[in-house]
């Protein structure tokens, strides 16, 4: 496991995505909307709502690295919304337009949560990183896939001016979280660990799908992207994330698999 000031240096000194510099050149506009509308749609729509979710509030202690990460992940989401974005118009697809930051209520109890101890603290900070890993981890997989997909037809402008380097900022973000996640269990004691083991084993849903409406475009991602080899390309490396993570020799059930089928039982 990597160090967390090494990681945050990473991040912080990774290539940008810089707008004005993509390439938004697309030889085969129709086959380009027909097969990634589904999971352009659904990442552009994560990319622009996840950053306005104040996740700062849930961690209200959090240390400086936190912060200086939090300032460039925020950065590096937004921007990749915009990007996604106007390729979709370019597409003739239609983007989930910007909103107002809202914060969810559930956000408000793990922030009070958080308040009332430092022991608290840590497990949230715990499941914060762990989560956010796994999620990140399932965008970089995401973004890989489209990018593979878009070189087999030969769209190279997408590829090295956009897919490539969103590819690389949320391989950039996972590290950082994976690495924060360790540190934080290495100071815990034994019963928070356990709680933290617990809160994800039962809370995780897959990023942007943490609401029922938001299923069916998980869902149609997965089919677009993965297939039926959705167990082995998604599940598995995802789950992976969490049992380096949490288990410390306890064995953990599927339950990213049950995550999953949870989504996709809820696509017509």
């Given amino acids: 496991m990597h160090d967390v000031d090494d990681r945050l240096a990473y991040v912080e000194t990774k290539a940008p995505l810089v707008f004005d510099d ?21 990442a552009q729509r994560v990319e622009s709502v996840v950053a306005a979710l104040g996740i700062e509030t849930l961690i209200p202690r959090h240390d400086e690295r936190v912060q200086r990460f939090l300032v460039v992940w925020t950065a590096d ?18 983007p ?24 608290m603290h840590q497990v949230v900070e715990a499941v914060w990183g762990t989560a956010g890993a796994m999620n990140e981890h399932l965008a970089m997989a995401a973004y890989a896939r489209m990018d593979a997909m878009l070189r087999e037809r030969n769209e190279q402008a ?3 001016t956009l897919f490539r380097r969103l590819r690389a900022h949320e391989s950039a973000h996972k590290s950082f979280y994976a690495a924060y996640a360790a540190d934080v269990m290495a100071r815990m004691l034994p019963w928070q660990r356990r709680l933290v083991r617990l809160i994800v084993h039962h809370t995780y849903k897959p990023v942007g799908a943490g609401s029922k409406r938001d299923r069916p475009a998980f869902a149609r991602t997965v089919r677009a992207l993965a297939g039926d080899d959705w167990e082995v390309t998604l599940v ?32 017509a």
């Fill in 22 to 42: 993509i390439d938004f050149t697309v030889r085969d506009p129709r086959w380009v909307s027909t097969a990634l509308a589904a999971p352009l749609e659904y």
């Fill in 77 to 94: 989401e937004v921007g990749h919304g915009l990007a996604l974005a106007q390729l979709m118009r370019l597409l003739g697809l239609t």
């Fill in 158 to 160: 997408l590829h090295e």
């Fill in 96 to 119: 989930t337009p910007d909103s107002d930051p809202t914060l969810p209520f559930h956000n408000h109890l793990v922030g009070a949560m958080s308040r009332m101890s430092s022991r």
């Fill in 236 to 267: 598995t490396p995802v789950q992976q994330v969490a049992e380096r993570l949490l288990n410390e020799g306890h064995e953990m059930d599927r339950f990213v698999r049950r995550a999953v089928l949870n989504c996709l039982s809820t696509a």
